[in-house]
């Protein structure tokens, strides 16, 4: 028995998110069903990121432990023969046995797109929310800089998040600007559930001068989802990677 690491990339347009569920079909479940036909197992994944529905990724990781006799690196070709041209694995390699891509310490880094401009672009619109109201980057740095470092989000997850702390870092938000879409790059060694939509929803508000960027401490003060600003859209956001330290 061997333990096999994927890097996972997928538009997540059309799946219910990473995570098996009753109300519609999820990378978890493609892959599972595509390996156990490939290697004639029952073939049980396990995910680093568990992504929400419409959140895409271009380096997720997974493992799943197997008796294969084929090349480990092999089988990231072997399986792409199978998938939907919707996900792809990038590498597939032998790990350690107790590897699990979960419990590791990383740093994960997402992106987050805005199509900015008077109407929308219909070959962005499944990969950036639309916003036609000026932005001001310059503001949403400033208010960026009130999350960077470790602090206690809770007013930036989703209130029927279960986890022991809501405390997590932050170790870097910077953005950028291509032409009409502005890019905002989070890094930090976890994140709640839906943490940085609701980041963005809230940078994004004071890049349209609703709030002041110093409210964000404010925000992050109250310790409470209310003060926050609203969920941005799924399609926006994309996990770029995970680096294992």
């Not at 073939?43 to 990121?49: F, L, N």
């Not at 107790?98 to 992106?111: G, N, V």
């Not at 001001?136 to 022991?164: I, N, W």
């Amino acid at each position: 028995m061997k333990r096999i690491k994927l890097t996972v990339a997928y538009d997540g347009t059309n799946y219910c998110g990473w995570q098996i569920q009753d109300n519609g079909i999820t990378i978890e479940e493609v892959l599972n069903r595509e390996l156990s036909k490939l290697l004639q197992e029952d073939i049980k994944i396990i995910g680093a990121s568990r992504t929400d529905s419409g959140v895409h990724a271009l380096g997720n990781v997974a493992v799943f432990d197997t008796q294969t006799r084929i090349p480990p690196e092999k089988i990231s070709f072997a399986l792409n023969q199978r998938l939907p041209d919707d996900i792809r694995i990038q590498e597939s390699c032998q790990v350690a046995d107790d590897f699990h891509p979960r419990f590791c310490d990383t740093i994960k880094t997402y992106e987050y797109r805005i199509w900015n401009d008077k109407f929308p672009n219909p070959l962005v619109r499944l990969y950036s929310k639309f916003c036609y109201f000026h932005v001001d980057v310059a503001k949403m740095e400033q208010a960026a800089a009130y999350l960077v470092g470790e602090h206690d989000f809770k007013s930036f997850c989703t209130p029927r998040t279960q986890v022991e702390s809501t405390v997590r870092m932050v170790t870097e938000i910077s953005f950028r600007t291509e032409g009409k879409m502005i890019i905002m790059t989070i890094r930090g060694t976890g994140f709640l559930y839906n943490m940085v939509r609701i980041i963005m929803g809230t940078l994004l508000k004071c890049g349209m001068n609703m709030y002041p960027p110093e409210h964000v401490k404010e925000i992050l003060d109250a310790k409470d989802r209310a003060a926050a600003g609203p969920k941005a859209e799924a399609c926006g956001l994309q996990l770029v990677g995970i680096e294992y330290l």
